[in-house]
């Protein structure tokens, strides 16, 4: 028979770090029958909303609830959206240590790093040659604060921007598939094809913006909703603002 070489077998396999993409679901019921039946109604003109995606439950809401929490049944319902509960954040240490015997593994209390691009991949962003898109501007672009993050290249589907602990200037569009995300406000002074998430951290005051609205989805503090029924005539294509009123999130022409 023959043996393997110790180097060749010592060498069949790396070990390397990995961030992976996932959907944070802040739960607000200890009571696994209330949350089905509230995610039901949730997606029920979008069943296929999720993709396969990776979910962590975050506990940050529940952290005081004399109930003790059912993860294999909280996980049962989202698998039928084809989701795959993996991970939870925030919680108790006993709600935490009943997750862990779940099989959940225990994310710490920040967002998870895939929504942060690194300097090098910002400015790998930046110096790309993509065709720009002439777009009339109706608004004044405001001074960047303090904490604001801007590109002024288009971003490309798959690629992912998040402004952490401020908000989010981008000059150019922001293609299908591509990711803006900001714990503040988004100001797209371009078409806005792709997602964008603002408040990721749960502000509730924060807005998104664009000259071009025509987005996949808007998210502000994990309201989200997805545009495949389409806008109404006065904010498709044109500029428009998203702001949170209540759990309501409301699209509304600027000007």
Do not use: W
Request: aromatic share 6%.
């Amino acid at each position: 028979m023959a043996v393997e070489p110790a180097g060749l077998a010592r060498n069949s396999f790396d070990l390397k770090s990995a961030s992976l993409p996932v959907v944070a679901v802040l739960l607000k019921t200890a009571d696994p029958a209330q949350f089905a039946a509230d995610l039901a109604a949730r997606l029920q003109d979008e069943p296929e909303f999720f993709d396969h995606d990776a979910v962590l439950l975050d506990l940050s809401a529940l952290r005081d609830a004399d109930t003790a929490l059912d993860f294999p049944a909280l996980a049962a319902c989202l698998r039928p959206y084809r989701t795959q509960p993996v991970a939870v954040r925030g919680g108790s240490a006993a709600q935490q240590q009943a997750a862990h015997a779940a099989g959940f593994f225990i994310a710490p209390d920040t967002p998870p790093a895939r929504h942060e691009a690194p300097p090098e991949a910002v400015r790998e962003v930046i110096r790309e040659v993509v065709r720009e898109v002439a777009v009339e501007v109706p608004v004044q672009v405001p001074v960047p604060g303090p904490g604001t993050l801007v590109v002024d290249k288009p971003l490309r589907s798959g690629q992912q921007v998040y402004a952490r602990g401020g908000d989010l200037v981008v000059m150019a569009v922001v293609s299908f598939g591509a990711e803006v995300i900001a714990d503040g406000n988004i100001h797209v002074y371009a078409p806005l094809r792709g997602r964008a998430i603002a408040g990721a951290r749960g502000n509730t005051e924060a807005r998104i913006f664009s000259t071009c609205l025509e987005p996949q989805l808007v998210s502000i503090a994990g309201i989200y909703r997805t545009t495949e029924t389409e806008l109404p005539d006065t904010v498709r294509g044109k500029p428009a603002q998203v702001r949170l009123e209540g759990e309501k999130l409301l699209i509304e022409p600027l000007g």
